[in-house]
């Protein structure tokens, strides 16, 4: 089977297909990514359509290849990743589409629902992702001195709401006499590095499609503090970190907490984050990896 994943190259995106093209390849499967951002020769995407099986792409975002490159509907998947992907996919291309692909899924049960609930009547199926554990594998820091951030700090959804709400972060972290120090924009190659530079991450957001901040920063051994979005409950029952409450100073108060009892007790925190990093290889792309490859070889 020949896959190619068509989609943009940034973090999270690049993270998240990277490893699926890598675990794809290790089961016999060729997989290939095709950055959208980019104009390919209509006789290059010819021969593209030929050679390979499926074209992978994000509802809303398949575009190009429908209209601009005359790839047929149903040689393309497409997976949703987060709540934008379903509104883009609803309100920029026709309401019958999502119909017409050979395969729809989305990364979480919460989008799933969210998809129900925005009334896509085609019921999409759940592919989880992953972690590649020794990717982000650090050792076990000795102290907590350094809190970190994986996410945008502020991304207001359709109605202009700030679904990240990053400054409760920074205001938790500071009051626990910690640093903070957020990731921004860095290239996800650069990613098990920062978070090895950090040795607690915080997520606040009030929703999450899946929450790879958190997957990843477990895997690193790192403290890890979340709200309960995506699919971090699942992570937190493993025991790979802490659910903290959605709202505002809730959150806070929790945080600070939790923050400032580990930074005094550097021997819990060790002991804590061993749990944690332990907990999250039960997360490992080699766990999930088997549904992604259902979803196209179903097709076959």
């Not at 951002?37 to 509802?59: A, L, N, Q, R």
């Not at 679904?163 to 938790?172: M, S, V």
């Amino acid at each position: 089977m020949r896959i190619l994943q068509f989609l943009g190259m940034g973090w999270a995106f690049g993270s998240v297909h990277s490893e699926l093209t890598r675990y794809l390849h290790q089961r016999g499967i060729v997989s290939d990514m095709l950055d959208w951002s980019k104009t390919y020769p209509h006789s290059d995407m010819e021969m593209m359509k030929e050679y390979y099986d499926y074209f992978y792409g994000i509802p809303g975002e398949t575009w190009p290849l429908t209209d601009n490159y005359g790839i047929p509907h149903n040689k393309i998947v497409v997976v949703a990743h987060g709540d934008y992907d379903l509104h883009h996919a609803i309100t920029a291309r026709p309401p019958e589409e999502m119909e017409r692909f050979a395969e729809y899924a989305v990364v979480s049960e919460f989008l799933r629902d969210l998809s129900i609930a925005m009334g896509i009547k085609r019921i999409p199926k759940v592919v989880k992702l992953g972690v590649n554990y020794r990717r982000f594998f650090r050792p076990i820091a000795d102290e907590l001195r350094v809190v970190g951030y994986g996410g945008s700090m502020h991304r207001a959804d359709h109605q202009g709401i700030d679904l990240k709400r990053g400054h409760l972060a920074k205001e938790a972290t500071e009051a626990a006499g910690l640093v903070f120090s957020p990731a921004g924009q860095f290239h996800y190659l650069a990613m098990p590095h920062y978070y090895g530079s950090v040795q607690a991450v915080l997520v606040t957001s009030i929703k999450e499609g899946f929450g790879l901040p958190a997957l990843e920063a477990a895997a690193a051994g790192r403290l890890v503090i979340s709200t309960p979005v995506g699919e971090f409950p699942r992570q937190a029952a493993l025991g790979a970190g802490l659910t903290a409450p959605l709202d505002d100073e809730a959150f806070k108060e929790f945080a600070i907490e939790r923050l400032t009892y580990y930074k005094n007790h550097p021997g819990a925190y060790k002991e804590y984050c061993h749990e944690i990093q332990n907990s999250v290889k039960k997360l490992d792309w080699e766990f999930v990896i088997d549904d992604w490859i259902n979803l196209f070889a179903r097709r076959i």
